[in-house]
C-alpha cells in the first residue's frame, strides 16, 4: 500500500484580502458592509467562481469582529441549530439540500428575521431557477442577488502565483501554461492541483516542475487503474 504524504504547506486562507475582485467588486463590497438584520443576500455562479471562498472570508471577517457565525452546506448534517449568539448564517450549495435540510433551511430564514440576523446564500442559479420548496426559494430571494463572474486568465494567473508564493513555490511560467492549457480555467480545481503539487514536490524533495506534474499525474492515474 503506497504511504500518502503529510500535508506540509500552509492551510490555505480565505480571506477578502486574497480574494482576486475581477468582475465581481460590487457584490464583494456588498458583503463588506453588511450588518446584522439587512436583507438576506444570495450569490450564485457556476462550480469554481469563488462562491465559497466569498463565504468564507466572510465568516471570516466576522469572527474575527467577534461575532458568531453559523455555517450550513449541503453536507452539514441535520439538525441545523444556531449557535448560542449568531450574528450571520451562512447557506452554501442551495442547489444540493435534501427535503430535510430545505425544511431546516425555511426555519433558520424565520430565526434569522426575528433575531435580526444577516443571512448570505449561495447556489449555483439565482433563486428562482433552484428545484427547492417555494417558500425557501422566496426566502433566497429576498433580497440583493449577485451572479458571480470566473475570473479572467490574467486574474487567475495573478491568483495562482501569489498562492504559490504564499505556500514558498517557485511557479515557473512553464508550469503556469501547462496548468492553463491542459486544465478547464476552474480556480477551485486550479488551487487543489496546485496543493497537490506541493504536497507531491515536498514528499519527493523535488523543485516543482512540468515534469514532476507529468508524474504526479501518471502516478495519479495509475493509482486509480
Not at 62 to 74: E, K, L
Not at 131 to 154: M, N, S, V
Not at 196 to 204: P, Y
Request: proline share 8%; glycine share 8%; with cysteine.
Amino acid at each position: 500500500m503506497k504511504q500518502l504524504p503529510l500535508s506540509l504547506g500552509p492551510e490555505p486562507v480565505f480571506s477578502f484580502d486574497n480574494l482576486m475582485p475581477g468582475a465581481n467588486a460590487a457584490a464583494l463590497s456588498h458583503l463588506q458592509t453588511l450588518k446584522p438584520g439587512a436583507p438576506p443576500v444570495f450569490l450564485w455562479g457556476p462550480a469554481g467562481c469563488g462562491k465559497t471562498h466569498v463565504l468564507k472570508a466572510l465568516a471570516g471577517a466576522w469572527q474575527a469582529a467577534g461575532a458568531q457565525v453559523g455555517w450550513y452546506a449541503a453536507e452539514t448534517p441535520l439538525p441545523w441549530d444556531l449557535p448560542s449568539h449568531p450574528s450571520l448564517l451562512l447557506l452554501d450549495d442551495c442547489q444540493d439540500f435534501d427535503a430535510g435540510q430545505q425544511h431546516a433551511a425555511f426555519q433558520l430564514f424565520v430565526e434569522a428575521a426575528t433575531l435580526g440576523l444577516a443571512v448570505v446564500a449561495a447556489g449555483t442559479a439565482p433563486p428562482v431557477d433552484l428545484a427547492l420548496r417555494e417558500d425557501l426559494r422566496t426566502r433566497l430571494g429576498w433580497g440583493p442577488t449577485f451572479g458571480l463572474q470566473p475570473l479572467a486568465e490574467p486574474e487567475v494567473r495573478a491568483a495562482l502565483r501569489r498562492e504559490a508564493d504564499r505556500r514558498g513555490i517557485f511557479l515557473s511560467d512553464e508550469v503556469m501554461d501547462y496548468l492553463l492549457t491542459r486544465f478547464a480555467r476552474d480556480l477551485k480545481h486550479l488551487m487543489g492541483l496546485l496543493d497537490r503539487l506541493d504536497e507531491f514536490a515536498l514528499a519527493h524533495k523535488r523543485a516543482v516542475t512540468v515534469p514532476l506534474l507529468r508524474q504526479m499525474l501518471t502516478d495519479q492515474e495509475n493509482d486509480t487503474l
